[in-house]
């Protein structure tokens, strides 16, 4: 009996020997890592339970929108150099243009600011920088930090202050919406609590949001293979509520939008409060459309459809029955389409 019972408790102890895995100095992103991603539709989507020994299964979700490159960019390169390119060792971007710096020394990963939505894609400079993580990472234990900075908003400075949690919460079998399995997989769970002020002509404005972030690792990249990412909160009296999935595909599986030679356009002002100017230029004539879509993936207004000659064209996007938040305009024409994201406030 006690022979049976120490084969059980050694095969156990190896289970979750191969299992589970710790982040280290080794697997951090470094500049010029990238993958191709593809957005999920969010409809219904849980990014499930925590634990050892979980299952994921993803099979069922229908990608949206467009694919897209997930970036690390060295920060004293990249297009907010002023801002991160002396404090950060490298920048990620995703594929709604959200920017996020880190810097990484031996034994600890950290947080120094962000380019996004919520800063109205100004950048927000951490002088209170926060921890990521240490590492090795611990499997189940949680990295507590706060953060302080400000960044420009509409009338002047905005001021921002935070917490940030970290843990690695789970492990398991990851499937992705395409069917590709990821087995050993550990999961990361991040949440940023928020709270931005800015006197605006008198009257002093509040935004308060929770970002909640579960990324998908497996020990052989550096970036997360499945990202679920999700924003709740009010920002000027509205409420904000952004979920973005998305998860790494073949590079090859899918043309890129930098191959559609015969079609660019523009969107300005962006963001944008009553309307926007979509400025799109044709190098011959052909059959084109131009959709805008919301963060899960739903054509919520349909801009443009039918033939336009080559040369200069110009559409208005109407914010005044659109309720705030992320959008992308989508355009397709002859061998391929382009995406633009707008910010509706």
Not at 48 to 73: E, M, R, V
Not at 335 to 344: A, D, E, Y
Request: glycine share 8%.
């Amino acid at each position: 009996m006690r022979k049976i019972t120490f084969l059980v408790l050694l095969a156990v102890a190896f289970y979750n020997l191969k299992a589970q895995f710790n982040l280290t100095d080794a697997l951090m992103p470094q500049p010029g890592d990238q993958q191709f991603c593809q957005f999920v539709d969010t409809t219904g989507f849980d990014p499930g339970p925590a634990g050892t020994g979980q299952t994921w299964n993803f099979s069922s979700f229908p990608d949206s929108t467009d694919p897209f490159y997930l970036k690390a960019i060295d920060p004293a390169t990249g297009p907010h150099a002023a801002d991160f390119g002396s404090n950060s060792t490298v920048g990620i971007v995703d594929g709604a243009g959200n920017y996020t710096y880190f810097n990484h020394t031996t034994g600890s990963y950290v947080i120094t600011g962000v380019n996004n939505s919520l800063t109205l894609n100004n950048s927000a400079k951490y002088t209170k920088q926060g921890l990521r993580y240490t590492l090795p990472t611990t499997f189940n234990t949680t990295y507590n930090d706060t953060i302080a900075g400000q960044y420009s908003a509409i009338a002047g400075l905005a001021y921002r202050t935070g917490t940030v949690s970290t843990t690695v919460d789970a492990d398991g079998t990851l499937i992705v919406p395409d069917g590709t399995t990821h087995s050993n997989c550990i999961r990361v769970k991040h949440v940023a609590t928020i709270r931005d002020s800015a006197n605006f002509f008198g009257n002093i404005i509040i935004s308060n949001s929770v970002t909640t972030y579960h990324e998908w690792y497996v020990n052989t990249q550096a970036l997360p293979v499945m990202v679920s990412y999700r924003v709740t909160g009010t920002a000027v009296g509205n409420n904000i509520n952004e979920f973005l999935v998305y998860y790494a595909i073949p590079d090859t599986s899918i043309s890129r939008d930098e191959f559609n030679q015969n079609v660019s356009f523009e969107v300005s002002p962006n963001p944008f409060s009553t309307s926007a100017r979509l400025s799109f230029t044709l190098q011959q004539s052909g059959d084109l459309s131009a959709d805008l879509i919301d963060l899960s993936g739903r054509v919520v207004r349909k801009l443009a459809g039918g033939m336009y000659g080559a040369g200069n064209h110009d559409l208005i996007v109407d914010g005044e029955s659109l309720k705030p938040g992320v959008y992308f305009v989508r355009m397709r024409s002859q061998g391929g389409q382009i995406t633009r994201k707008l910010i509706h406030f």
